[in-house]
């Protein structure tokens, strides 16, 4: 099935640092979703983008979607330590014979530790 | 408040029984899924159902099966198949277009 390669795999940042990780694909994506996932629980959405290009923030997170349709990435800036977790990207690819296929495909994860 | 529930939170078994986990959901949506969690390894797709009565596999159904006798409700049951059923798992809902997936809190399974 189709991947998504996310990374860093994981990350140790000190509070008040900003943070970055991606995600890229060898197919193109219609949509790009960030989730993230507090320990011992599902993954709650944060940003969903639907137009490449696009530019999204709600409030400390800021995500676009790459012009090519093939990548996404997620800026969190002045961390805090409520910021642990793992954060998923996933997306909708465009089927091979057009049209959206609506069952998600996930990253691996982003595992994040923030050191008070 | 609409929501998608899974039950219990923790689950023990002994090695050689089935069980089986629950997922409820009162969003209206169509399409319901089953994931399995392990460290380092992502979310894996087990099974998913668009319609009632209607169900596919995913990446790794073997030792596990499913049903979707109503809109709401997709029980997942693993089997004493299932080789090595201690994971974290959980389910999710969406409407048939393109948009995100609504999780549940997740069920820990653990088999001794």
């Known amino acids: 099935g189709q991947q998504l390669n996310q990374s860093p795999q994981s990350m140790f940042i000190q509070e008040g640092e900003d943070v970055s990780m991606n995600c890229t694909s060898s197919s193109i994506f219609n949509t790009w979703l960030w989730y993230k996932q507090d320990p011992g629980e599902g993954p709650v959405l944060l940003i969903a983008l639907y137009k490449a290009g696009e530019l999204t923030s709600n409030g400390r997170l800021t995500a676009q979607f790459g012009i090519t349709r093939k990548d996404s990435f997620l800026n969190i800036s002045a961390s805090i330590p409520s910021d642990v977790g793992i954060y998923f990207c996933?997306?909708?690819?465009?089927?091979?014979?057009?049209?959206?296929?609506?069952?998600?495909?996930f990253g691996k994860g982003t595992l994040l530790t923030v050191n008070p | 408040d609409g929501g998608i529930t899974q039950s219990p939170k923790y689950l023990f078994r002994k090695e050689g029984q089935n069980v089986t986990l629950s997922c409820e959901q009162n969003?209206?949506?169509?399409?319901m899924y089953w994931y399995r969690q392990d460290p380092g390894q992502g979310l894996r797709l087990i099974y998913y159902s668009q319609i009632v009565n209607d169900f596919q596999k995913g990446d790794i159904a073997e030792g596990y099966s499913v049903s979707r006798e109503k809109k709401e409700s997709f029980p997942l049951t693993v089997t004493s198949a299932q080789k090595n059923p201690t994971a974290f798992y959980l389910c999710?809902?969406?409407?048939?277009?393109?948009?995100?997936?609504?999780f549940g809190s997740g069920t820990r399974l653990t088999v001794v």
């Open positions: 996933a997306g909708h690819h465009i089927r091979s014979s057009g049209g959206s296929n609506y069952k998600l495909t």
């Open positions: 969003l209206n949506h169509d399409a």
């Open positions: 999710a809902s969406s409407i048939r277009t393109v948009g995100g997936y609504t």
